[in-house]
């Protein structure tokens, strides 16, 4: 019988967790590394180990993205890839046997806890180079693969994934700083702010290490808003109107 494939996991939480039930699922060997060292990993992975040098055919950093920076520079392995939200300070430093990726997938929810094996299924998988074994990774995942420049992601994804996490943070905890009266809260609130429920843990990371490709839309947003609240509303409502029936369309 031909040898199962052997994947490392560095971190295993939502992201890392997720991905080791998808590949036991599929016949996988998932072994995995972890801070938490009392953490169980359940269906996620069959063994921990204490090094990324051991055998495998595939590391992948589930971390944040500033751990997985620290350890893709220490790593020696014939493949590499990460999973994390940005990649171009990834690729920045990876060489031949680095592929950096982002499964477009997550939730509000953090943790092994809220890893579940069908994650990714159905889900666009963003990858800077093509190689055999990554592709089976995302195979197993039931995702798609997507070949991407590094810098052409980490501009996009500022816009649709990281700005709709900053609006819905921003919104909330001002308006926990205005005491807001919970019970005019609707279905529009409880819908902008699903997003309010994520971690600075998971965030901050992510926001750091795309920072420039985020401060240029400040700025214009608050102007947008300003020009929505003083001015005519009606040419912001049809541009949004055209956006989100292109998004629906998707669906």
């Given at each position: 019988?031909?040898?199962?494939?052997?994947?490392?996991?560095?971190?295993?939480?939502?992201?890392?967790?997720s991905?080791?039930?998808?590949?036991?699922?599929?016949?996988?060997?998932?072994?995995?590394?972890?801070?938490?060292?009392?953490?169980?990993?359940?269906?996620?992975?069959?063994?921990?180990?204490?090094?990324?040098?051991?055998?495998?055919?595939?590391?992948?950093?589930?971390?944040?993205?500033?751990?997985a920076?620290?350890?893709?520079?220490?790593?020696?392995?014939?493949?590499?890839?990460?999973?994390?939200?940005?990649?171009?300070?990834?690729?920045?430093?990876?060489?031949?046997?680095?592929?950096?990726?982002h499964?477009?997938?997550?939730?509000?929810?953090?943790?092994?806890?809220?890893?579940?094996?069908?994650?990714?299924?159905?889900?666009?998988?963003?990858?800077?180079?093509?190689?055999?074994?990554?592709?089976?990774?995302?195979?197993?995942?039931?995702?798609?693969?997507?070949?991407?420049?590094?810098?052409?992601?980490?501009?996009?994804?500022?816009?649709?994934?990281?700005?709709?996490?900053?609006l819905?943070?921003?919104?909330?905890?001002?308006?926990?700083?205005?005491?807001?009266?919970?019970?005019?809260?609707?279905?529009?609130?409880?819908?902008?702010?699903?997003?309010?429920?994520?971690?600075?843990?998971?965030?901050?990371?992510?926001?750091?290490?795309?920072?420039?490709n985020?401060?240029?839309?400040?700025?214009?947003?608050?102007?947008?808003?300003?020009?929505?609240?003083?001015?005519?509303?009606?040419?912001?409502?049809?541009?949004?109107?055209?956006?989100?029936?292109?998004?629906?369309?998707?669906?």
């Amino acid at each position: 019988m031909p040898t199962a494939r052997r994947a490392l996991i560095a971190g295993l939480g939502l992201i890392g967790g997720s991905i080791g039930m998808a590949l036991r699922r599929n016949g996988w060997h998932v072994a995995f590394l972890d801070s938490d060292r009392g953490l169980e990993p359940g269906q996620a992975a069959d063994e921990r180990v204490e090094s990324l040098d051991a055998v495998s055919d595939v590391v992948i950093l589930a971390t944040p993205v500033d751990v997985a920076v620290t350890l893709l520079a220490s790593i020696h392995a014939p493949l590499i890839t990460s999973v994390c939200s940005v990649m171009a300070p990834l690729r920045a430093i990876g060489d031949d046997c680095f592929v950096a990726g982002h499964p477009l997938a997550g939730s509000q929810e953090h943790g092994l806890a809220a890893a579940r094996a069908d994650l990714f299924t159905g889900a666009t998988w963003f990858i800077d180079r093509d190689t055999a074994v990554v592709r089976e990774v995302i195979a197993a995942c039931g995702a798609n693969a997507e070949l991407v420049e590094a810098a052409e992601h980490d501009r996009a994804i500022a816009l649709t994934s990281q700005l709709p996490q900053i609006l819905s943070t921003a919104l909330a905890a001002y308006l926990n700083d205005r005491n807001a009266d919970l019970r005019f809260a609707g279905p529009g609130l409880r819908t902008f702010l699903r997003l309010a429920g994520s971690e600075a843990s998971v965030w901050a990371p992510v926001i750091e290490a795309n920072r420039e490709n985020l401060r240029p839309h400040v700025e214009e947003i608050a102007q947008l808003v300003r020009e929505i609240v003083e001015g005519d509303p009606a040419p912001a409502f049809v541009k949004a109107n055209k956006l989100f029936a292109a998004l629906t369309s998707m669906t």
